[in-house]
């Protein structure tokens, strides 16, 4: 069975309880397989990135195939929320709900979607119909608005990020779909050989002195990187890794840089 969430966000959580941890989050209009389902829960993969988990079964809607198909062909051509958060406007009932930027709109068209049948109003001015170019001036000037998200656990929204969620919507923005986890998208796109070489939107990967990788960001230039790491912030980088003038030192030591 299928189903798309109609809710602004929506934790995906390890475990089937409110205390479990959350592994990701599901935004406005995301597709997932239910894989399974209990009384109140439903365990989930997500279409976008294939990550698994337990959501409240209330917040899933299910789509019958005919639905699934149709709504599945529109994401291929549906504009893309930019900004941090916007508002859309139900035609049913005029109530309004959140969007975060990375949230997709099918059938859109000059400030109007329509997700199953229902219409919605939405600023233009907040919406991109095509993938933005991936160069500095854009990257900076996208970038902007997201300085000082806070980092969450599990968290892709404007409201609380963590790293790797941060680097997936950003990227997303620019037509680049990556994997979940930082380790995921470690394994995707080309390898830059050194920073001299980096272009604006690679994206650099980080340890903590173990080899494993535990931390990305988005390479802005060979000298300054912006990452999540307790917040969203742009600080120096250089061959050793992230140097954190706040604490006069190295906070993540990097390993890899990589182009998509």
């Not at 239910?34 to 299910?62: F, H, N």
């Not at 291929?76 to 975060?100: C, D, H, R, W």
Request: hydrophobic share 40%; glycine share 8%.
């Amino acid at each position: 069975m299928v189903g798309l969430s109609l809710h602004s966000i929506v934790p995906v959580r390890a475990e089937a309880r409110e205390e479990a941890e959350q592994n990701t989050q599901m935004l406005f209009g995301e597709l997932c397989e239910i894989l399974e389902e209990q009384p109140r829960w439903s365990r989930i993969q997500l279409m976008a990135d294939g990550q698994e988990g337990w959501v409240d079964a209330k917040m899933i809607c299910p789509m019958t195939e005919e639905e699934y198909h149709g709504y599945a062909e529109a994401l291929k051509e549906a504009a893309t929320v930019v900004f941090p958060m916007t508002y859309a406007v139900s035609e049913n009932n005029g109530q309004t709900i959140p969007l975060t930027a990375g949230t997709k709109l099918t059938n859109y068209q000059d400030g109007r979607f329509e997700v199953l049948g229902v219409g919605f109003r939405i600023d233009p001015n907040m919406v991109t119909t095509q993938p933005l170019a991936l160069n500095q001036e854009n990257l900076l000037k996208t970038l902007r608005f997201f300085i000082n998200v806070p980092y969450l656990w599990g968290g892709k929204n404007a409201l609380g990020m963590d790293c790797s969620g941060f680097t997936q919507v950003i990227m997303s923005l620019f037509g680049k779909r990556l994997p979940r986890n930082a380790s995921e998208q470690a394994q995707e796109g080309l390898p830059v050989a050194s920073l001299e070489e980096v272009q604006a939107g690679d994206l650099a990967f980080f340890d903590h002195e173990d080899g494993k990788i535990s931390h990305v960001g988005i390479v802005i230039d060979p000298e300054r990187i912006i990452h999540c790491s307790g917040r969203v912030k742009v600080e120096k980088l250089d061959t050793q890794g992230i140097y954190n003038a706040e604490q006069g030192g190295y906070s993540h030591h990097l390993v890899d840089i990589r182009r998509y």
